[in-house]
């Protein structure tokens, strides 16, 4: 069996951690370097449900998307959830580590996972890092469909395909609206609608939309918004980084046993219709 150093080094090699942004918090979070790993538990978010969950499994490692702390602390005390998530972490011999925005822009990236739930044919990265000569990494994805669809028709492609969360599918736009080529982007979106329009895109899926952005988006131009749950946005990437895992393992005769958490860790709970006073 490899030494969590190994299989650390196997995934800085996907995700190089010098790839993130400079504000981002990525890298191992706890662990013992010499301790061996027989069993990887892959998930969004590094919260106590999925610290549970390895610990049912038997994992060794959990690989997170999102960071436990990305901002610093001066306290792991058990007292708080996130120090909690720490102490059931070290005190059942679990390691935790995180690939974050270094996973965003890799080559297969976070969006390449979205694209392919999506079943979306990826052309060439929305911003495209100027560090890579080939032209595959960057944030987000350009995408063509397979065939010519509606706005509407679209959205419940997406409703169909990405995980069931209480946020469901927002659009904005014309439900009529053809569309051909796609922008995805695993995660909070609403920053990237220049790049968005100078894509010349029909449609443009990913999450967190706010009012304001949103608004000026559609008065702007035709372009259909689809706005999906942060987390169902991002978890293809743990079924795409779990399978790249795991051809490590048969390479190096590791013998992993590589699992992706189907616990549903978006925060938003419930959902209900709009049903109130008329306007």
Not at 8 to 37: F, K, M, S, Y
Not at 189 to 202: Q, Y
Request: hydrophobic share 40%; charged share 25%; glycine share 8%.
């Amino acid at each position: 069996m490899p030494r969590l150093s190994e299989v650390i080094a196997a995934l800085d090699a996907l995700w190089p951690p010098e790839r993130a942004e400079q504000w981002d918090a990525v890298g191992t979070v706890c662990g013992d370097p010499d301790a061996e790993v027989t069993r990887v538990l892959f998930a969004v978010d590094p919260v106590q449900e999925i610290a549970d969950e390895a610990i049912r499994l038997g994992a060794d490692l959990i690989v997170t998307h999102h960071p436990l702390y990305l901002r610093g602390t001066t306290t792991v005390a058990a007292g708080h959830f996130k120090g909690r998530v720490v102490h059931t972490l070290i005190k059942n011999d679990i390691a935790l580590h995180v690939a974050h925005t270094n996973a965003d822009t890799a080559d297969p990236g976070v969006s390449d996972a979205l694209a392919g739930a999506l079943d979306l044919r990826v052309v060439r990265p929305l911003v495209p890092d100027p560090t890579d000569p080939g032209g595959r990494r960057g944030l987000g994805r350009i995408c063509e469909l397979d065939h010519p669809e509606t706005l509407d028709e679209f959205a419940a492609r997406a409703a169909k395909r990405l995980p069931v969360t209480a946020h469901g599918i927002r659009v904005a736009g014309d439900p009529g609206l053809l569309v051909r080529t796609v922008a995805v982007s695993g995660g909070s979106g609403d920053s990237l609608f220049d790049h968005v329009r100078a894509a010349e895109v029909d449609a443009f899926l990913t999450a967190d939309l706010r009012h304001h952005p949103v608004s000026e988006a559609t008065q702007h131009s035709p372009l259909g918004l689809v706005d999906a749950a942060h987390w169902a946005t991002e978890w293809p990437w743990c079924e795409q980084a779990a399978a790249q895992l795991d051809e490590i393992s048969d390479r190096h005769g590791w013998g992993l046993r590589v699992h992706v958490s189907r616990t549903v860790t978006d925060p938003w709970s419930s959902h209900h219709d709009s049903s109130g006073a008329p306007n």
